[in-house]
C-alpha cells in the first residue's frame, strides 16, 4: 500500500501506523492525534556558537477534522471537532484530550486529517518560551507568537484494514528548529527587547526574523513525499 504524506514546516504530520490497543480496549479500535514538541536546543543558521531553545508554551487550535473513505459506505465517517483546542508545547497534551478517538474496525482506502489553527481573535495561535543564548554564551529570553489560522492537512491513500483492538495514530511533529532554520544569529545580536528584557517575535516586534520564519513556512509547506509499505 502507499501513503501520501504533506511535509509542513509548522505541524508535521505523520502516520505512524496500526498498534495494538490495550486488553480493556478489546473489540475497539482507535485513531490517535500524538503531538510530539521538540524541546531541545538548535543552532542558528550552522552556526554553532549561537543557539535557540523553546521549552514552553501552547498552541490553539481551532478544529480537527477526520474523514475516512472506502468501498463499503457503512464504514465511511465524517467528525470535526470545532473547539478551543490547546497543545501543550511542553508535554505534547491536549485540551480537550484527542488521544483516543473510537473508529470503525473495517477495511479503508482513504483518511484525511485537518487541523487548522486559531484565527477566531486577536489571540495568536502559537505563543512559546525559549532562550536565544549567544556567541558570548550569554541567555536571554525568547518569545515567540505566531498569528495565523492556517490549515494542515494530511492525505493518506492506500488500501488497508483497521482491525479490532488496534489504535491508528498519526504523529504531530512540533518543530521550531525547522520555522527558524534560515534565520541568521546576527538579527538576534541586534534583536529589541520588550520592557521585562524578553526579546518578542511577533509582527509588531523584531519583525525581520518574523517575517522570516512566516516565509520558511510557506516555503516548505509545498513540499510532498510519497511512502510504501510502511
Known amino acids: 500500500m502507499t501513503f ?10 505523520i502516520f505512524l501506523g496500526l498498534l495494538s490497543c490495550e486488553k480493556d480496549d478489546r473489540d475497539k479500535a482507535t485513531f490517535q492525534l500524538e503531538f510530539e514538541p521538540r524541546t531541545s536546543n538548535f543552532v542558528l543558521n550552522n552556526a554553532p556558537a549561537n543557539s535557540l531553545e523553546f521549552t ?33 508545547f511542553a508535554t505534547g497534551a491536549t485540551n480537550p484530550d484527542l488521544s483516543a478517538i473510537e473508529i470503525r474496525p473495517g477495511r479503508y482506502t482513504e483518511i484525511e486529517i485537518e487541523i487548522e489553527l486559531w484565527d477566531q481573535s486577536d489571540q495568536p495561535s502559537i505563543v512559546l ?6 556567541a558570548e554564551a550569554s541567555s536571554h529570553p525568547v518569545k515567540f507568537m ?4 492556517q490549515d494542515f492537512s494530511l ?15 498519526a504523529q504531530i511533529k512540533l518543530d521550531p528548529a525547522v520555522w527558524f532554520s534560515g534565520v541568521p544569529p546576527h538579527l538576534f545580536a541586534s534583536a529589541a527587547f520588550d520592557n521585562n ?6 509582527p509588531d516586534m523584531n519583525t525581520g526574523i518574523y517575517d522570516m520564519v512566516e516565509n520558511m513556512i510557506d516555503l516548505v509547506s509545498e513540499v510532498e513525499i510519497t511512502m510504501e509499505n510502511l
Do not use: C, H, R
Open 197 to 202: 528584557g524578553v526579546i518578542v517575535i511577533s
Open 146 to 149: 505566531f498569528y495565523s489560522g
Open 56 to 88: 514552553s508554551g501552547q498552541i490553539i487550535l481551532e478544529s480537527v477534522e477526520f474523514e475516512t473513505s472506502s468501498d463499503t459506505d457503512t464504514l465511511e465517517m465524517e467528525f470535526e471537532i470545532d473547539a478551543f483546542i490547546t497543545v501543550d
Open 4 to 13: 501520501k504524506k504533506l511535509i509542513l514546516p509548522l505541524l508535521s504530520l
Open 155 to 169: 492525505e493518506i491513500e492506500g488500501d488497508f484494514t483497521v482491525e479490532v483492538n488496534t489504535t491508528m495514530i
Open 129 to 134: 518560551d525559549g532562550t536565544w543564548t549567544d
